[in-house]
């Protein structure tokens, strides 16, 4: 069964930083593209960047590029989302994702974790 | 690279049919067979229903079922039952090498 766990979030000012860990299990991880999706309060799905299986290809959500970075461990099998420059309207819940293939989907999803940014 | 376009709510009766539509553009459903769709109960983290657009995950009840044609993709669910209810939200790859979503659909059962 996959599984996907993620850790990290929090409260923190605005301009702030916080790295999201996600340690995932049950499939193979160094194989697979996961990324991260994020939901506000009351709204939509907005995918947020998502990394290839063997970390040679990123791609970010313009609403965060440059301040957003992904990076994965294929040896402890984990995520990661180091987030600087928070801003109020990166307040969400973060979930770790398994992507189909590349992007063309999300097969499997953690059950998040909250980011609150404010002062 | 904007949301694809769902309406906000649809609604029907027990064993009754509903069909939610997803618009997108040219530069994403329009071009490629990469539309899936998600169920989101409240409180819970979104459930992959269709991908590829017709295709249904082991466990995922054939009540669910998934179309295209030109830029727009419908999630029909048939027979519905209470345990239906619930937001339902669409994605498809983009010409940006990205996944973008839609806005969301709530579903109520009557």
């Known amino acids: 069964e996959v599984q996907l766990l993620e850790s990290g979030g929090g409260l923190v000012q605005p301009g702030g930083s916080l790295r999201l860990s996600c340690a995932a299990s049950?499939?193979?991880?160094?194989?697979?593209?996961v990324g991260w999706v994020r939901q506000a309060a009351g709204k939509g799905l907005e995918w947020v960047s998502g990394?290839?299986?063997?970390?040679?290809?990123?791609n970010y959500a313009d609403s965060v590029k440059g301040r957003f970075t992904i990076s994965r461990d294929n040896v402890k099998n984990t995520l990661y989302l180091q987030m600087n420059s928070l801003r109020v309207d990166d307040t969400a819940v973060y979930y770790c994702?398994?992507?189909?293939?590349?992007?063309?989907?999300?097969?499997?999803w953690g059950q998040g974790t909250t980011v609150t940014v404010s002062s | 690279q904007s949301a694809l376009t769902q309406p906000p709510s649809a609604s029907g009766s027990p064993g009754q049919s509903v069909t939610i539509s997803c618009t997108g553009t040219?530069?994403?459903?329009?071009?490629?067979?990469?539309v899936s769709w998600y169920q989101q109960h409240p409180g819970k983290a979104p459930k992959l229903m269709i991908y590829?657009?017709?295709e249904r995950p082991s466990g995922v009840p054939d009540r669910f079922s998934g179309s295209k044609s030109g830029n727009t993709a419908s999630l029909t669910v048939s027979g519905l039952q209470a345990e239906d209810e619930a937001d339902y939200y669409c994605?498809?790859?983009?010409?940006?090498?990205?996944?973008?979503f839609g806005g969301g659909t709530k579903l109520t059962v009557l």
């Open positions: 994702a398994k992507g189909l293939a590349w992007w063309y989907g999300v097969d499997a």
């Open positions: 049950g499939f193979t991880f160094r194989r697979n593209a």
């Open positions: 990394i290839s299986g063997d970390g040679d290809n990123t």
């Open positions: 040219s530069s994403d459903i329009g071009s490629y067979n990469y």
């Open positions: 590829e657009v017709t």
């Open positions: 994605s498809s790859f983009a010409d940006s090498n990205t996944l973008i």
